[in-house]
């Protein structure tokens, strides 16, 4: 007879085979791409795991953990109210870490002993009329995702969220403005850049450069998205 247990972790497996991994600063894992589709609006959707710690909250959330129940369960706190979960059970959350963010996160529970609870889903992130300026995040910090992105930009275009605007190709590289005192770029060479989007949100870029030509140019990298108190 097949066991329960077996069941489980099939279960589990499948569910992280459908969302993937990256990176969520200072929590877990998560894997987002980055595609804008509505002006003056940055969307973000992707896979996230999270670890919250016994009789802690998530950063940024009203998401706690208070250990197991009598008969075994996971006791995740949703705004200081009990909800006992068990292996595969939903952990919802939408909430504004800072004004014009909305964070939405969908997950389910993988696993949890009596030191943390585990979960895996999927992460929303949009930011409303985005106002780029350059500038370091401060070290007051609510949370931080970092997000792996990439972007193909057009001549005369800036990338998401950036004052970067690729001028084109040149004998010396690609071209860009607003990253220093050397504009060029060569295929995988470094392209980082520090911003901010609003009050109280910041974004660091670190690309590399994949391809240019006299039309556009593609960049992968990660974006690091800062939630500040």
Do not use: H
């Amino acid at each position: 007879m097949v066991s329960r247990k077996f069941f489980s972790v099939l279960l589990l497996i499948n569910l992280l085979a459908l969302v993937g991994c990256a990176q969520f600063v200072g929590v877990g894992p998560v894997s987002v791409i980055d595609t804008p589709s509505i002006p003056n609006q940055l969307n973000y959707d992707g896979a996230i795991t999270l670890s919250i710690k016994n009789a802690q909250t998530l950063p940024g959330t009203t998401l706690g953990y208070a250990g197991k129940t009598a008969d075994g369960r996971a006791i995740v706190t949703v705004g200081g109210q009990p909800a006992p979960k068990s292996t595969a059970d939903s952990v919802n959350f939408t909430g504004s870490p800072a004004s014009g963010a909305i964070v939405t996160l969908n997950t389910r529970v993988t696993s949890y002993d009596s030191n943390a609870v585990n979960l895996v889903g999927r992460v929303q992130i949009t930011i409303k009329d985005p106002q780029p300026q350059a500038g370091e995040a401060s070290a007051n910090i609510v949370t931080a995702y970092g997000i792996p992105v990439s972007y193909t930009v057009k001549v005369g275009e800036k990338l998401p969220g950036s004052l970067i605007q690729y001028l084109g190709k040149s004998d010396e590289g690609a071209q860009f403005n607003n990253v220093g005192p050397f504009p060029f770029r060569q295929q995988f060479d470094s392209l980082v850049w520090d911003g901010r989007l609003r009050e109280k949100i910041a974004l660091r870029l670190d690309l590399r450069v994949i391809s240019f030509s006299e039309d556009n140019a593609t960049l992968v990298g990660t974006a690091k998205v800062t939630f500040e108190k």
